[in-house]
């Protein structure tokens, strides 16, 4: 196979119903293009068909090749590993459940084509999400853009192309809490904003329950700000000057009425029990912050590689990152 101009990378987790329809749609849209281009499916530990779904797509296309996590080890990660692989110029990361529409992705390589280094997709519209989703989406968006010293834009998922140098650049962040979309705006270039309108899932069921969206939150927040380590340290301020204003104006007032007695009990089991509460939420954003320092010192493999299907060189993994990937490598299976 000629070298592939475009790479496609599609996390794949319990995709069953979406991956025949995914595929044929993909390889509609790359087709039109006229591009030598590869869509790279990262199983990442589906507990349904869709790893021999995914076997079957690349014995009948070697266009298609396949990475097979040992386990689950998470959406952002197996993004991670398709960029590890990709052989491409041009890398575009979407899902495969077909919120993202592939039909979208010939327009951002003509943005590519005209010199831009990452062309991100904004969403317009925000087909079959419930009000809440689409509330907590709209919040989270502005107050991370507030909050980080990085400017993320504003509605942009991890629907992308990336330039094989932002790639490569991209390759050496091995942080182990990841949030790609912040470290694609952190790494900088010339970045332009593709508006598109996002569909419903296909099929299935989101990937995304409250439970992930809030941890991908506080990735995201303790992956590029210090706003909650600056909210214990000013809380603690703020706790004090209270604490002094309160002692002065106790000794004023028996100053000036000497028979007055402060009894207060109820007042001060309710301060020492908000004071409390402070300064446990204060332990716990330390703990957040103490723990991901944890997650990096022991510097465990991002992920690890069960198979793959169809590569026919190693992974081309720049020096630094290799030395912190300790992935496994497999040998390439012909289709």
Do not use: C
Not at 38 to 44: A, P, Q, R, S, T
Not at 49 to 68: C, E, K, Q, T, Y
Not at 116 to 137: D, I, Q
Not at 269 to 289: A, C, D, K
């Amino acid at each position: 196979m000629s070298h592939p101009v475009v790479s496609v990378v599609a996390p794949v987790w319990n995709e069953e119903e979406t991956l025949p329809e995914f595929y044929r749609r993909m390889t509609a849209a790359l087709e039109g293009t006229g591009l030598a281009y590869e869509l790279i499916l990262v199983n990442d530990g589906s507990r349904d068909g869709s790893p021999a779904i995914m076997d079957g797509l690349h014995n009948r296309d070697p266009r298609v090749r396949i990475i097979h996590f040992a386990r689950n080890f998470g959406h952002q990660v197996a993004i991670t590993a398709g960029m590890d692989y990709a052989a491409g110029d041009a890398v575009v990361v979407i899902d495969s459940d077909l919120q993202d529409p592939p039909e979208v992705i010939p327009e951002m390589i003509t943005k590519w084509q005209a010199g831009y280094e990452v062309v991100y997709g904004v969403r317009t519209e925000r087909e079959g999400e419930s009000w809440f989703k689409l509330t907590t989406a709209n919040l989270f968006y502005r107050a991370i853009n507030r909050i980080t010293n990085v400017d993320i834009p504003l509605d942009a998922g991890d629907f992308r192309l990336a330039d094989r140098k932002v790639i490569q650049t991209m390759r050496a962040l091995r942080e182990k809490h990841r949030y790609m979309r912040g470290l694609s705006a952190w790494v900088g270039f010339k970045q332009v904003a593709l508006p598109y309108k996002r569909h419903a899932r296909y099929a299935g069921e989101t990937k995304y329950p409250l439970r992930k969206m809030l941890k991908f939150a506080t990735d995201a927040v303790t992956n590029f700000s210090y706003l909650p380590l600056q909210f214990a340290t000013w809380t603690g301020f703020g706790m004090s000057l209270l604490a002094l204003l309160a002692l002065v104006a106790v000794i004023v007032a028996r100053l000036l009425r000497p028979d007055v007695f402060f009894e207060g009990q109820a007042t001060t089991l309710v301060s020492v029990l908000f004071i409390g509460g402070v300064q446990l939420i204060s332990l716990g954003i330390i703990g957040e912050y103490l723990g991901r320092i944890y997650e990096e010192v022991k510097d465990r493999p991002l992920y690890v590689v069960a198979d793959v299907r169809g590569f026919t060189q190693e992974n081309p993994l720049p020096p630094h990152a290799a030395r912190n990937s300790h992935l496994v490598h497999q040998e390439a299976v012909e289709g």
